[in-house]
């Protein structure tokens, strides 16, 4: 297992995480899984037997439910052991249990803390963008718990890049604490965040934690063309989430991906994961599984190193458009560029 440091932070985490949206299985989140405090334990037992040292959960998974798990379940375990999670969305009916103020967030850290029966929480990220509530509210907030002990580092999650570059500058001119890491989708299946996410991380000097990194399973080379959908899969449960707006690309993609696994006698899924892991910004990918039989292949990708030669036909597969202005900006700029600039416009340049 590689460990990567967190963004400008001293902290360094596994190159995988593990995600708990699967425990609990309460309300809409039963469509992703219902692993209970016994599955739990030992999917632990194999991530951290695997090296993994960072575990992922949200206040929203299962209404609390997951927090609860993760917590029992972490009973007894070395305390370097690393836990994030999340508060933005709705957590009870009332107007302010929800979003980023002062208010919510709070009191929101405060449940977290004692559904995981935990003194801090490692790393404590807003779940996502809330527009009506002043930026340095909700940094002021973060930085209050922060030097309360109450959370060691923050972060942001599906925020987009002007989201970001507010929080940051708000952050610098106010002299609070500031996000270390951003959780972000990322896949073979959509690469939209090297758009503006993925630069911004580099440039900035901000950690990258990817969420879905298999699509929400349509990456695991179940899903073919021309085959019917599989049993026991979140479409098939209309888990929504991410949505596909090219299915022919992502069926060309799926190919790609069986092809390199069959070569290398790997998972199409493995290959997916470990592509994900070595593009450039990306700290640590957040894994997770419905059985224990999906989470021991998906382990096996921290150590499956992809050649230059696959990684380029997974890449070509996957390729984005360039968008305005990045178009403009591969047939003009190319004298000037920086690595940030590069992650994205880089393969056009070189093949203009």
């Known amino acids: ?54 575990f992922d959960t949200a206040d929203v998974y299962s209404s609390g439910v997951s927090e609860e798990i993760l917590g029992e379940a972490l009973k007894g375990r070395p305390q370097e052991i690393l836990v994030g999670t999340k508060a933005r969305f709705h957590m009870g009916p009332g107007q302010n249990d929800a979003g980023s103020s002062r208010y919510h967030i709070v009191s929101a850290c405060e449940a977290s803390l004692r559904r995981l029966g935990r003194d801090h929480i490692d790393l404590y990220y807003l779940h996502e963008w809330d527009g009506q509530t002043p930026l340095d509210e909700t940094l002021e907030a973060l930085d209050t718990l922060t030097r309360s002990g109450k959370i060691r580092y923050a972060g942001v999650s599906n925020f987009s890049g002007w989201h970001i570059m507010k929080a940051l500058g708000t952050a610098e001119r106010n002299r609070l604490i500031a996000p270390v890491s951003q959780q972000i989708y990322y896949s073979l299946q959509a690469r939209e965040a090297e758009y503006e996410l993925l630069p911004l991380a580099l440039d900035q000097g901000l950690g990258v934690q990817v969420w879905s990194p298999m699509a929400g399973g349509l990456l695991s080379g179940k899903h073919r063309r021309g085959k019917p959908e599989p049993e026991g899969t979140r479409q098939l449960a209309q888990w929504n989430e991410p949505p596909v707006y090219d299915i022919e690309k992502l069926y060309d993609v799926v190919e790609v991906l069986v092809a390199i696994g069959a070569e290398r006698g790997v998972s199409a899924a493995q290959v997916a994961l470990a592509w994900v892991a070595h593009r450039p910004a990306i700290t640590s990918v957040v894994i997770g599984a419905r059985t224990d039989a999906q989470l021991a292949d998906n382990l096996k990708a921290a150590e499956l190193a992809l050649s230059a030669e696959e990684m380029a036909r997974l890449d070509k597969a996957s390729a984005p458009p360039l968008i305005y202005p990045y178009w403009h900006q591969a047939s003009t700029s190319s004298d000037r560029l920086s690595a940030a600039d590069l992650l994205l416009l880089g393969p056009s340049i070189k093949t203009a």
């Open 1 to 54: 297992m590689q460990y990567r440091q967190l963004g400008r932070s001293g902290l360094r985490v596994s190159v995988f995480t593990l995600g708990t949206m699967t425990f609990g299985g309460k309300g809409a989140f039963a469509k992703t899984g219902s692993t209970d405090v016994a599955g739990a334990k030992r999917q632990i037992d194999m991530c951290i037997e695997a090296g993994i040292n960072m």
